[in-house]
């Protein structure tokens, strides 16, 4: 994965369809891939276990679009447990977040 700021949210909605199809193309997750959250997090782990160093992953939501606030709480959890294992690995994982105008 490159440096680039990945974003959330597609045709003014952020939900665990879009949040799901942005972490497959980014991450470029395997024809296998599951849709869902577990598969998700299965596949990161593989790409938590090759950080060389300290990593920032960096994500964006545009301000405008429709939240369904639970699958961005599930997108968060994933993180967050993300985050948690990297440090258990003594790996150091950053999350951005930023929101942007769309304009």
Do not use: H
């Given at each position: ?5 990945i ?6 909605k ?39 160093g ?12 429709d ?18 294992y990297?440090a ?8 951005v ?7």
């Open positions: 994965m490159n440096t680039q700021t974003t959330l949210d597609e045709n003014g952020l939900n665990k369809q879009t949040v799901l199809s942005s972490l497959r193309k980014t991450f470029s997750f395997p024809d296998y891939f599951g849709d869902n959250w577990d598969a998700a997090y299965d596949l990161l782990l593989d790409y938590v276990d090759e950080l060389a300290p990593t920032t992953w960096r994500f964006s939501i545009n301000k405008a679009c939240v369904n606030e639970a699958d961005l709480a599930a997108w968060a959890q994933l993180m967050t447990d993300l985050k948690s990297a258990s690995q003594g790996l150091e994982l950053q999350i977040i930023q929101r942007d105008s769309g304009a």
